[in-house]
Structures are given as structure tokens and as C-alpha cells.
């Protein structure tokens, strides 16, 4: 017990029964102080918890069990050991020991080695206690920041894909690529890709005779319609502009091909939306315009210090927008540029990509806000998606008419352009190149 160097506070009014003490227990190795009263008992203790108390019974200004009631009022003190020692040896005086929550009852004269005998396993016990009930303190604490670290980790997780609601993980990973927090101000790459413009025709007319709650409920259903198509091809959504989607594909080696089949997806998904759209009071079939370009984008942060916004910035997404604005023109659903065609060309050359499309050659234009003229094309199927068969039976003839319209032999253009007509009425662009022959 002499290297443990416990701490026992000795408590008697007589002053000789105090040495006597002191001398037994500093022998043992106890480090030991005296208190005199009770009041002086309380105050030390107080100030410094003893490992633990010999306790006098009988002292003028507290006895015993009043100082033990004290002590025991502490949270502090609350499981420290007291040990009465008191000349006391009724039974009443000896119960009332133990309703005061002492640890042990003594009479005088003592036993030494009973007293040191008690005083030793008495420390053994509640150091085991405490040992137990730190251990058990330990597991609930691991046990609690588990939780906290679980419940944490939930909600930063719920949080993430909330997040991923406003910036697609495809941002994510170029503008915070450490983390959310790492996002700042003018993070930006610049990467080859292909941009997808989709528009609805009409719109305004539409939600003129709606209510506002109306036009959200269809819009939000034809917008989750059309990120499916463009998900299931690999692009991601960079905004929502009204009634009108931007859409990015970024795979390597496969970008222009995405788009080109989201987009042919699009067409074909927009058939099934208006068989169903008498569930949102929708008199007329919607009718959409998409604008296809492959080139060179700068993805990052734009915006302020106080607020930011993730996009893609550059020619491509411009060219994009403008060959969605000539759908109206030449009354087709889907026109892409001839940088868009001919990379998803080269990209079948891929070992993964088998994919081919149907194309045909519309005009060469100069878009609104554009210097250099761009060839478009008009999208008609892929091997996935054949959604124009009526064109692709009659392309031959039209693409004979377009050869001679830009020859300048409009007479034989006309011809075919009439032939084409003949068999598809609804072919907008031949009736587009007919009015200008005629």
C-alpha cells in the first residue's frame, strides 16, 4: 500500500486520537490530513476529495452523521468511502451509520489490524467501482459518438444527395474536387463535350389558361421525363430555363453519341407524355425543339463572392442554344450541328461504341450573334431509336433536292421536294424548301 499513496481524511475532535491515527496510517503509506470539527471536515474535503473518511461520531459543533449527510450531498462526494469510527456501540447509533450511507461502522477501542484490514479492501472495492464504472463511462461515451458519428454521417450523406439535387456530382468532381467545402469562385476546366439545348413550343400560350399550380405539376413531370432520357445516356442536367433544358455530356470517347440518343429518346419519350397529358389539362400535344453542338467548354463556378453558380460557359453552349431557335424555323424536333455529327461519327470507331444515326443534311446558316456559317443536320434515328421512319423512307429524294437546291437547279429541286411531300405531308422542312423553290 505504500506506493498507492491514497489520501484519508482523519476526522475526531480530540486531537490525540488524531496523531494516533496519522501515525498509524502514514506507516501504512497513507498520505493523510486532519480536520478537527466537522464544518473543517466538510471544507477540506471540498477542496480536496479524500480516496477516503475517518469519520468521528460524537463532536460538538456536527456530529458524524451530519457531517456524512453533507458530504453525501455532493455530487462530488457522493461515492466516497466513509468509515465511522466512535465509541458508540448501540444499535440504533449503528443504523443510523448506514441510513446516513456510510461504508462502515467502528467502535472504540479498535482492532488495528481490523481497522487497516478494512480500510485496504474498502479502497480495493471502490477502486474497482471506479475502475467498472469508468470503463462503462468509456463505452457509453464510444457508444454516444458512434451515435453522434452515425447520425452525423447520415445527415451529411442526406445532405449530399440533396445537394447533388442543385449541382450534379458530374460538377461536383471538377469544382470541389476535395470536397464540398473546397468549392470556390472560378474553379473551372476546360473539356470537349457535347451541349444539348431542349425547348417547348408554345409554352406561354399553354400556361395562359392554366393555373400556376397546374402549369408546375405538368412541367415538373415533363422535366423528370426528360432528365431520365438524358441520365440514361450519361449527361447531367446544368440548368432548368423555364420551360427549357441545358443539358451536358461529358463522357470520353461517347459525348456526342449520348447526346445524340438522349435526344432521339427525348422525341420518342415526348409521344408517350402526350398520350397522357389530358391528366394535366393539356388540350394540344407539347411539342419540343432541340439544339445539338460538340466543342469546347469551360466548366466551373461563375457568379460573385456572395453568390456563385455552376455552369458550362463557352461557343459550344451558344451554337447549342441557336440550333435549338432554328427547330422553330424549319419546324423539325431535333437539329444538330455538323461538328456534332461528325465527332459521333469517329466515335463509332471505338471498340465500346456501336451505335450509327440517320441523319440528313438541312441548310448552311449563319445563326443570330454568329460570324462563321455552320451546316446543320436533322436527326432521325439511331440503331436504338427510330423515330422518323416516314423521313428516313423518303430521305434519297430529299437529300437529291437539297443537292440541287444548292447547285442552283431549282426546278429539279422543286420536283423532289414534291415528291417528298407526296408521301409525307408532314414533312416541314421539304414544305420549307418548296415554298422557297416556288
Known amino acids: 500500500m ?31 490530513t486532519l480536520a478537527e470539527s466537522g464544518s473543517r471536515a466538510i471544507e477540506i474535503a471540498q477542496n480536496h476529495r479524500p480516496d477516503l473518511v475517518l469519520l468521528d461520531v460524537m463532536m460538538p459543533d456536527m456530529n458524524g452523521f451530519e457531517v456524512c449527510d453533507r458530504l453525501r450531498e455532493n455530487p462530488i462526494l457522493q461515492t466516497t468511502p466513509i468509515i465511522f469510527l466512535t465509541a458508540l456501540d448501540d444499535e440504533e447509533s ?33 477502486k474497482m467501482r471506479n475502475d467498472t464504472a469508468k470503463v462503462q463511462l468509456q463505452q457509453e461515451v464510444q457508444e454516444q459518438n458512434q451515435r453522434q458519428f452515425s447520425a452525423a454521417w447520415q445527415i451529411n450523406e442526406n445532405l449530399s444527395d440533396k445537394f447533388q439535387l442543385f449541382v450534379p456530382q458530374q460538377f461536383l468532381k471538377r469544382i470541389a474536387p476535395q470536397g464540398v467545402e473546397s468549392i470556390q469562385l472560378g474553379n473551372v476546366t476546360e473539356e470537349h463535350l457535347t451541349v444539348l439545348f431542349c425547348d417547348i413550343r408554345g409554352f406561354t400560350s399553354i400556361a395562359e389558361f392554366q393555373q400556376a399550380r397546374e402549369t408546375f405539376e405538368w412541367l415538373n413531370a415533363f422535366f423528370n421525363q426528360m432528365s431520365h432520357c438524358i441520365s440514361s ?6 440548368k432548368y430555363l423555364g420551360d427549357a433544358i441545358m443539358a451536358v455530356f461529358d463522357r470520353m470517347n461517347s459525348h456526342a453519341i449520348d447526346a445524340l440518343n438522349s435526344a432521339l429518346m427525348m422525341k420518342d419519350s415526348l409521344r408517350q407524355f402526350n398520350r397522357d397529358r389530358h391528366i394535366f389539362n393539356i388540350q394540344k400535344p407539347i411539342r419540343i425543339g432541340i439544339g445539338i453542338d460538340t466543342g469546347i467548354g469551360m466548366i466551373g463556378t461563375l457568379g460573385s463572392d456572395s453568390r456563385m453558380d455552376s455552369t458550362v460557359i463557352g461557343n459550344v453552349v451558344n451554337t447549342a ?7 422553330k424555323i424549319y419546324g423539325c424536333q431535333i437539329i444538330a450541328s455538323k461538328s456534332a455529327i461528325d465527332t459521333a461519327e469517329l466515335m463509332t470507331q471505338y471498340p465500346e461504341n456501336s451505335e450509327s ?82
Open 94 to 126: 449503528r443504523l443510523m451509520g448506514l441510513q446516513t450511507m456510510g461504508d462502515d461502522y467502528i467502535t472504540k477501542p479498535f482492532n488495528i489490524k481490523l481497522l487497516l484490514a478494512k480500510i485496504q479492501n474498502i479502497l480495493k472495492l471502490n
Open 2 to 32: 505504500s506506493e498507492t499513496k491514497l489520501h484519508i481524511l482523519l476526522v475526531d475532535d480530540e486531537p490525540a486520537n488524531l496523531v494516533l491515527l496519522e501515525d498509524l496510517l502514514m506507516a501504512e503509506g497513507y498520505n493523510t
Open 357 to 438: 444515326f440517320q441523319t440528313r443534311w438541312i441548310d448552311c446558316v449563319t445563326p443570330r450573334g454568329k460570324k462563321q456559317p455552320l451546316e446543320i443536320y436533322e436527326v432521325l434515328a439511331s440503331q436504338t431509336y427510330a423515330v422518323s421512319p416516314n423521313k428516313i423512307l423518303t430521305r434519297p429524294v430529299f437529300d437529291r433536292g437539297t443537292r440541287c437546291w444548292k447547285n442552283g437547279n431549282i426546278k429539279e429541286a422543286l420536283k423532289c421536294f414534291q415528291a417528298v411531300l407526296s408521301q409525307d405531308p408532314k414533312d416541314t422542312v421539304a414544305q420549307y424548301y418548296l415554298e422557297k423553290c416556288q
Open 233 to 238: 445516356h450519361n449527361g447531367f442536367i446544368d
Open 321 to 327: 442554344s441557336r440550333l435549338e431557335g432554328l427547330t
